[in-house]
């Protein structure tokens, strides 16, 4: 329920309801044929919001504003402020406040720990991608995008398989709902590989240590995590290592 001011066309207080009463700290009969300036502070309202007086002083019309200002015991609280006449032509307006502080406060601490969230991701070792339920890529880290070659804006909303595992080693197209990354976005369950192929933008194999975790929001699987390691270096070495070893099992004289 939104408090609710009746103003004459001077500003003055005719009529404050409950809700004005527990949101602004004023009792009724304290705030009645007082002007509202005198009642709400408006000049130590955060600057970051337009001020509440551009409306009072021109009560002409609907006017909305999202706005700061400072309740009785000085909290300071952001509201949705609508001022609208009473009727057509009438010298009374309606200056309804919703109070929007809980949820601006929220969102606010929300984005901070998103954001404080993908400075930390950015900041490690590990190539970090999210994909979303249909397999397009949503998050990427930049450990995985120097590793993949791509810049963000290039690879961001892109289908994970159709880009980066459309081909297995042996260069022949794979199918996405045969693979094994389709399979955790529809099952929800958390799996390690030790070998996973990913190309390159330059279409270049690279070799991966790959974990994968699901995502769930209100129990319901809305995609997967992928961290992943390049292993090339030392899966190369490893392929040469095996075949001088064939070599030498194949010709013992040598």
Same mark, same amino acid.
């Given at each position: 329920?939104?408090?609710?001011?009746?103003? @004459?066309?001077?500003?003055?207080?005719?009529?404050?309801?409950?809700?004005?009463?527990?949101?602004?700290?004023?009792?009724?009969?304290?705030?009645?044929?007082?002007?509202?300036?005198?009642?709400?502070?408006?000049?130590?309202?955060?600057?970051?919001?337009? @001020?509440?007086?551009?409306?009072?002083?021109?009560?002409?019309?609907?006017?909305?504003? /999202?706005?700061? *200002? =400072?309740? +009785?015991?000085?909290?300071?609280?952001?509201?949705?402020?609508?001022?609208?006449?009473?009727? /057509?032509?009438?010298?009374?307006?309606? *200056?309804?406040?919703?109070?929007?502080?809980? !949820?601006? +406060?929220?969102?606010?601490?929300?984005?901070?720990?998103?954001?404080?969230? +993908?400075?930390?991701?950015?900041?490690?070792?590990?190539?970090?991608?999210?994909?979303?339920?249909?397999?397009?890529?949503?998050?990427?880290?930049?450990?995985? *995008?120097?590793?993949?070659?791509?810049? +963000?804006?290039?690879?961001?909303?892109?289908?994970?398989?159709?880009? *980066? !595992?459309?081909?297995?080693? @042996?260069?022949?197209?794979?199918?996405?709902?045969?693979?094994?990354?389709?399979?955790?976005?529809?099952?929800?369950?958390?799996?390690?590989?030790?070998?996973?192929? =990913?190309?390159?933008?330059?279409?270049?194999?690279?070799?991966?240590?790959?974990?994968?975790?699901?995502?769930?929001?209100?129990?319901?699987?809305?995609?997967?995590?992928?961290? =992943?390691?390049?292993? /090339?270096?030392?899966?190369?070495?490893?392929?040469?290592?095996?075949?001088?070893?064939?070599?030498?099992?194949?010709?013992?004289?040598?």
């Amino acid at each position: 329920l939104d408090a609710i001011i009746s103003l @004459n066309q001077s500003g003055y207080i005719q009529d404050w309801n409950d809700t004005a009463e527990h949101l602004l700290g004023w009792k009724r009969n304290e705030v009645l044929n007082r002007h509202v300036s005198s009642v709400i502070d408006l000049h130590q309202a955060n600057s970051f919001y337009q @001020n509440l007086g551009d409306i009072i002083d021109e009560p002409l019309g609907d006017r909305r504003r /999202t706005v700061s *200002l =400072f309740a +009785r015991n000085k909290d300071e609280l952001i509201v949705e402020a609508v001022l609208r006449p009473v009727d /057509t032509g009438s010298n009374y307006f309606s *200056l309804n406040l919703h109070d929007l502080t809980v !949820q601006i +406060r929220k969102d606010k601490a929300i984005i901070r720990a998103e954001t404080q969230a +993908r400075h930390l991701l950015n900041s490690v070792d590990t190539g970090i991608m999210e994909l979303d339920n249909e397999g397009n890529i949503s998050f990427i880290n930049d450990t995985a *995008l120097k590793t993949l070659g791509y810049k +963000r804006d290039k690879i961001l909303g892109q289908h994970f398989h159709h880009t *980066l !595992q459309y081909m297995d080693v @042996n260069e022949v197209k794979t199918d996405w709902y045969q693979s094994p990354i389709y399979q955790l976005l529809n099952s929800g369950i958390s799996k390690h590989f030790d070998t996973q192929v =990913f190309w390159h933008k330059q279409e270049k194999l690279i070799y991966t240590s790959l974990s994968s975790v699901p995502v769930y929001e209100n129990d319901e699987l809305t995609g997967i995590i992928l961290s =992943f390691s390049d292993i /090339t270096k030392s899966f190369n070495v490893q392929q040469e290592q095996k075949r001088l070893l064939q070599i030498s099992e194949a010709s013992p004289d040598l």
